[in-house]
T-cell receptor, first 116, second 112 residues
Framework: GAVVSQHPSRVICKSGTSVKIECRSL??????MFWYRQFPKQSLMLMAT?????????EQGVEKDKFLINHASLTLSTLTVTSAHPEDSSFYIC????????????FGPGTRLTVL | EDQVTQSPEALRLQEGESSSLNCSYT??????LFWYRQDPGKGPEFLFT???AGEEKEKERLKATLTKKESFLHITAPKPEDSATYLC?????????????FGSGTQLTVLP
């Protein structure tokens, strides 16, 4: 149980294009999903908290117009990187926690974004 | 502000050589302390949640313990497949959301 999937696992795009990453909780409902970014040899950096049916809450320094988050259902959240640039290249990971459950977050396998 | 510090940054063990990883934390009202394992190029895998001082949890060769200031992840007779980065995190409230603050991790290498 508690399986979270991400799609795609790897994406390469040209500078200026937009990329959408999907995060799904496969066997549970998640009122809250989280989006993280991880640079090589570093720990996870929280970008935003995504709540089903409401606007996402972004961490300080994260551009909400650049990283669009939509949490349309209890099992799906999407992150769209708009007008991507090489500095947006990174490993993006989502997580989800059970609706009404503990604070435990279950993580997806991550998406490697490379912007050329 | 919540802080999580993990030590050592890196640890190399011989197969079968037991050791411990440390996670010290400063948090206003601990809601939970979490241990995850992360393999290169993958998302973190949940291992344990600890809620109160004195609590212990075990899974195969791993045992996590919690005090009021720190947590230890004990690895008994490790195998090469235990090689990974181990992350510690604490839970706190931000608005209505329960967020995790992560430490920088301990990179464990177990040599055959």
């Amino acid at each position: 149980g508690a399986v979270v999937s991400q799609h795609p696992s790897r994406v390469i795009c040209k500078s200026g294009t937009s990329v959408k990453i999907e995060c799904r909780s496969l066997d549970f409902q998640a009122t809250t999903m989280f989006w993280y970014r991880q640079f090589p040899k570093q720990s996870l950096m929280l970008m935003a908290t995504s709540n089903e049916g409401s606007k996402a809450t972004y961490e300080q320094g994260v551009e909400k117009d650049k990283f669009l988050i939509n949490h349309a259902s209890l099992t799906l959240s999407t992150l769209t990187v708009t007008s991507a640039h090489p500095e947006d290249s990174s490993f993006y990971i989502c997580s989800a926690s059970f609706t009404g459950g503990t604070d435990t977050q279950y993580f997806g396998p991550g998406t490697r974004l490379t912007v050329l | 502000e919540d802080q999580v510090t993990q030590s050592p940054e890196a640890l190399r063990l011989q197969e079968g050589e037991s050791s411990s990883l440390n996670c010290s934390y400063t948090v206003s009202g601990l809601r939970g302390l979490f241990w995850y394992r992360q393999d290169p190029g993958k998302g973190p895998e949940f291992l344990f949640t600890l809620y109160s001082a004195g609590e212990e949890k075990e899974k195969e060769r791993l045992k996590a313990t919690l005090t009021k200031k720190e947590s230890f992840l004990h690895i008994t007779a490790p195998k090469p497949e235990d090689s990974a980065t181990y992350l510690c995190a604490v839970s706190h409230l931000s608005g209505s959301a329960r967020q995790l603050t992560f430490g920088s991790g301990t990179q464990l290498t177990v040599l055959p």
